[in-house]
């Protein structure tokens, strides 16, 4: 059977609810259009706030994208509504504005049945095993699926402490945010999201199936066009093969 697939990176909404320099919001704010789905996300969390952190003097930025894209909010029950949004890699949330003339911020429920497609990108909530064997609940950006198979990708802002300069010698170094990514993949029929090491022997055995012309065919597929397996790109052009056997 030939395998559905699509190449589309996610945007998953986050469960807390938080608002910019201490504004007073309310849940019922008709900004929300009235949406049972996105109140309730609002309602969940409307005291707690955001994780500051002084950014002055800091190289880069904690979200992915700094600005706001427009994007869609999903529930199991389709499309709830569209909002201006921005994934924050430092905690792991997507930030939402409520209305573009306001400072007001909120971030959504995280919820594995709740998620958003931000730009062309869809970020899920879900829980994975890291590189530890470790479960964690978090956001994870789709690239590809198939019918058996799913591949995601964490996308991190990790803050690095800058180090001054003790003699003449030395050069400072500024504190600054750095983006980390890990892959992961979904095993349909283990219905578990793990960690994956990409290298030419995992990525034979990743798509690795009972029969022996197709995995030859993918063994020469990866040897003979030069792909680069630590390269995230190459591998989505892998499954885009390996969707086609």
């Known amino acids: 059977m030939k395998r559905s697939f699509f190449y589309i990176t996610l945007g998953l909404l986050s469960a807390q609810s938080v608002l910019a320099q201490g504004a007073d919001y309310n849940a019922d704010n008709e900004s929300f259009g009235n949406q049972p789905m996105l109140q309730y996300a609002f309602q969940q969390l409307s005291s707690k706030s955001l994780q500051k952190i002084d950014e002055a003097n800091i190289k880069g ?7 706001f894209l427009e994007g869609s909010i999903y529930s199991k029950d389709g499309l709830e509504g569209k909002s201006l949004m921005r994934y924050d890699g430092y905690n792991d949330e997507v930030q939402i504005k409520i209305n573009p003339k306001d400072t007001a911020i909120v971030k959504l429920t995280q919820n594995k049945d709740i998620y958003c497609v931000l730009g062309r990108e869809k970020i899920v909530y879900r829980e994975y095993f890291n590189k530890d064997g470790e479960a964690i609940n978090g956001h994870l950006f789709k690239l590809a699926e198939a019918d058996d198979l799913a ?38 029929d283990e219905n578990k999201i793990r960690f994956f090491k990409p290298s030419k022997k995992n ?25 680069n397996h630590k390269d995230t790109r190459d591998i989505v052009q892998v499954f885009y093969f390996y969707n086609n056997l």
């Open 151 to 188: 591949l995601y990708e964490r996308r991190m802002k990790k803050y690095k402490e800058g180090k001054a300069a003790t003699t003449s010698f030395e050069v400072p170094v500024a504190s600054r945010f750095v983006l980390q990514t890990e892959l992961y993949y979904l095993d349909k």
């Open 61 to 67: 930025s904690p979200f992915y994208r700094r600005g």
């Open 203 to 227: 990525l034979m055995t990743l798509f690795k199936t009972d029969d022996k012309t197709k995995n030859e065919k993918l063994k020469k597929f990866i040897s003979g066009h030069n792909l």
